[in-house]
């Protein structure tokens, strides 16, 4: 009988036994499948993360958009080192205004400013060796010249005359407003970096940083000039620039481009903007806005305005013009009434009311028109 007992214990303990192995592996199961279940769906979203910005590239790159390097820089400062003359003039001029500007300069300013300062030197040299005291032991008490007088009351006048009147024009062309068709980017100065705002183009926002200085020269870029992300615009179309200070004054200017704009809190200052080649131009910060004021580079880069569209449409929530004004055309277009009724050349249309519905007991009114 102790026998008997002995191997009936022993079976109720190896059921027991048994038992508990099978709860504790079900157990570690039903832990480990939440986390397998999350391993899986990290690896889901990771591969659908990966495959969207895979697919965005391929799109930007199908589009034919690639960042411009540093063979495409025009619009920089010049080194003494490089070019001493060219390094204390201005930059080369990419607008038409600046072009002009730069005309006057070099072709009305500086030849007036050079005869004036020789004549000048002139008669100061001619009053100094001619009428000093050795040569002219009893004075002179000439006075009252009348043609002197005149001479140098006329010639000074036409000389301003002759400057004001392309500096006229030259101002007119820099407050040219903007046609309606122009594309608005706005420019928003903040400590101490810049945003630029597409408006026109989804109103999405690139913000941009100067570069490190180790990954500009790593580029074969001019650092403390690069910026991380650079403003994109379009060749040969008007831009609405527009400028706002985020939080201080600060100013929006590029010498090659030959403009310079303030950013101001509590107010939106603008001006029309053409750049007639693509290419990089840089600029920088020119209102004293704090501490890092000297470390907020701006970088422009013109494209046609076909890469320009393609450029737009790889970031988030950009679209093109076209794009939106189809949406905003489709919108607008009011959908058609259910009830409408379309009549067609040989068929009645439907009965819409109890009134042309036949009565009871009558026969359907026959059409005794004559067929063609």
């Known amino acids: 009988m102790e026998s008997i007992d002995a191997m009936n214990f022993g079976a109720i303990a190896r059921k027991k036994l048994n038992l508990l192995a099978f709860m504790v592996m079900a157990a570690f199961t039903l832990a480990a499948a939440p986390q397998a279940v999350l391993a899986q769906s990290d690896e889901v979203v990771q591969a659908a993360t990966a495959e969207a910005e895979e697919t965005l590239v391929t799109?930007?790159?199908?589009?034919?958009?690639?960042?411009?390097?540093?063979?495409?820089?025009?619009?920089?400062?010049?080194?003494s080192e490089e070019d001493l003359w060219k390094s204390m003039n201005f930059q080369d001029q990419y607008t038409e205004t600046g072009q002009y500007a730069l005309w006057m300069h070099d072709a009305i300013l500086i030849p007036?400013?050079?005869i004036i300062s020789i004549f000048v030197l002139f008669l100061l040299m001619w009053v100094m060796f001619r009428y000093n005291k050795r040569a002219n032991t009893v004075p002179s008490k000439t006075s009252h010249n009348t043609v002197i007088e005149v001479v140098w009351t006329v010639i000074p006048v036409l000389i301003l005359v002759v400057i004001a009147v392309p500096s006229i024009s030259l101002l007119a062309d820099q407050y040219e407003t903007p046609p309606e068709d122009a594309i608005t980017i706005k420019a928003n100065g903040y400590q101490w970096y810049w945003g630029y705002e597409y408006l026109d183009n989804g109103g999405f926002e690139v913000i941009s940083n100067m570069m490190p200085e180790s990954d500009a020269l790593d580029a074969g870029l001019p650092p403390?000039?690069?910026?991380d992300n650079r403003m994109v615009v379009p060749v040969g179309v008007p831009i609405r620039l527009q400028t706002f200070g985020a939080d201080v004054i600060h100013s929006f200017g590029v010498p090659s481009l030959w403009f310079k704009i303030d950013a101001v809190p509590g107010r939106i200052n603008e001006k029309m903007l053409i750049i007639e080649e693509p290419g990089i131009y840089y600029g920088q910060c020119m209102e004293l806005c704090g501490a890092r004021h000297g470390y907020m580079p701006i970088a422009i880069e013109a494209r046609p305005l076909a890469e320009y569209n393609a450029w737009v449409?790889?970031?988030?929530?950009?679209?093109?013009?076209?794009?939106?004004?189809?949406?905003?055309?489709?919108?607008?277009?009011?959908?058609?009434a259910a009830d409408d009724a379309v009549e067609v050349e040989g068929v009645r249309p439907p009965v819409s009311s109890m009134e042309d519905a036949p009565i009871a007991g009558e026969a359907p009114t026959q059409d005794t028109s004559p067929t063609t």
């Open 224 to 227: 403390q000039l690069a910026a």
């Open 59 to 79: 799109e930007a790159e199908a589009a034919g958009f690639d960042y411009y390097g540093p063979e495409m820089i025009k619009g920089q400062p010049t080194s």
């Open 112 to 114: 007036m400013v050079f």
């Open 313 to 336: 449409q790889s970031q988030p929530g950009g679209m093109t013009r076209a794009q939106i004004e189809a949406e905003e055309a489709a919108a607008a277009t009011p959908a058609p």
